[in-house]
């Protein structure tokens, strides 16, 4: 496999600086020269790459739902194929503190969620991400109740559970920094998958 190109490698540094300034100064902070300035980049080669800074936003919902998908194939392959095993998988691939936690992808996450209200393209794209992975969390509750209960009925209301919660903890721990402690809100989460499980799981 080659190395990426110059201009991949340097739209990522783009796409990675604005996520690491929303994620302090919220979009409307986040300015061409601000984001070129972490980038450690000139502002013209930052217009080179993007035309504006929602392109630039628009590239980052790709990034984080590639991180998102990195994270959780890492975590899964651990599984050994077992259903609630890989269901934990998604949750810790979306909440857990690690070596690979990113605060600043959080951050971001919450306020593409606030601009997805007020820009018709943002959230296209991001309901397109949302989408996508509602579909993968819904297989993998189906799994998991059909290998702890034999049926699989009731996935649909357990991922819309599963994936409110993740968006709710992102969410609070964004808008109220330190009201959810450090790694409790995969341990809720998971609990509450459990809960949907039933006792032996």
């Not at 013209?44 to 994270?71: C, D, M, N, P, S």
């Not at 070596?99 to 606030?114: C, K, S």
């Amino acid at each position: 496999m080659g190395r990426p190109s110059n201009t991949a490698q340097r739209r990522r540094e783009i796409t990675r600086a604005l996520e690491q300034v929303m994620a302090q100064q919220g979009y409307s902070g986040a300015t061409i020269a601000e984001v070129a300035r972490v980038a450690g980049l000139n502002p013209g080669l930052v217009h080179y790459h993007f035309k504006t800074k929602q392109e630039i936003l628009l590239a980052l919902i790709e990034q984080i739902a590639q991180t998102l998908e990195r994270r959780y194939r890492k975590r899964v392959a651990q599984a050994g194929g077992e259903p609630v095993a890989e269901l934990v998988a998604f949750i810790h691939a979306h909440l857990a503190f690690g070596a690979d936690a990113e605060p600043a992808l959080v951050g971001a996450w919450v306020t593409i969620g606030a601009e997805s209200i007020a820009q018709g393209e943002v959230r296209r794209v991001y309901t397109r991400e949302l989408r996508r992975r509602s579909i993968e969390l819904r297989q993998l509750c189906r799994r998991a109740l059909l290998a702890r209960r034999g049926i699989g009925r009731g996935a649909a209301d357990m991922a819309l559970a599963i994936a409110s919660a993740i968006e709710g903890v992102y969410l609070t721990s964004v808008a109220a920094p330190g009201l959810i402690k450090r790694g409790s809100g995969a341990r809720s989460v998971t609990e509450m998958a459990r809960g949907f499980l039933g006792a032996s799981a």
